[in-house]
Nanobody, 128 residues
Framework: EVQLQASGGGLVQAGGSLRLTCAAS????????IGWFRQAPGKEREGVAC????????YYADSVKGRFTISSDNAKNTVYLQMNSLKPEDTAVYFC?????????????????????WGQGTQVTVSS
């Protein structure tokens, strides 16, 4: 079983940047798909980005495309979410999640129901 630890959230002004880190233990992430999700107060948890580690394919929600970048460092067993040009509407608790996916077939995993393992959230607040 894989355990995930998300970190890197904070308070930033609009237009600023943050890098979130999802550190894994218990299993190596090279055969997993990793997703970043966010949940704002009163809203559903939504997929932000995902990476399929076995083939490196990445996917993004339209709302963050061109601003956020997901990447994986297999040596550190860590996945990052670089967030640039942040907007107040990006304010939310951000979660990372993992799903066992050993195939080399690209697949877009952007719904919470597709993931079995979750880290605790990290708060991102963007002020206007």
């Amino acid at each position: 079983e894989v355990q995930l630890q998300a970190s890197g959230g904070g308070l930033v002004q609009a237009g600023g940047s943050l890098r979130l880190t999802c550190a894994a233990s218990g299993q190596h992430l090279d055969r997993y798909a990793i997703g970043w999700f966010r949940q704002a107060p009163g809203k559903e948890r939504e997929g932000v980005a995902c990476i399929v580690n076995n083939d490196g394919s990445t996917y993004y929600a339209d709302s963050v495309k061109g601003r956020f970048t997901i990447s994986s460092d297999n040596a550190k067993n860590t996945v990052y979410l670089q967030m640039n040009s942040l907007k107040p509407e990006d304010t939310a608790v951000y979660f990372c999640a993992a799903d066992w996916y050993p195939l080399s077939i690209p697949v877009r995993k952007m719904t919470r129901w597709e993931y079995d393992y979750w880290g605790q959230g990290t708060q991102v607040t963007v002020s206007s």
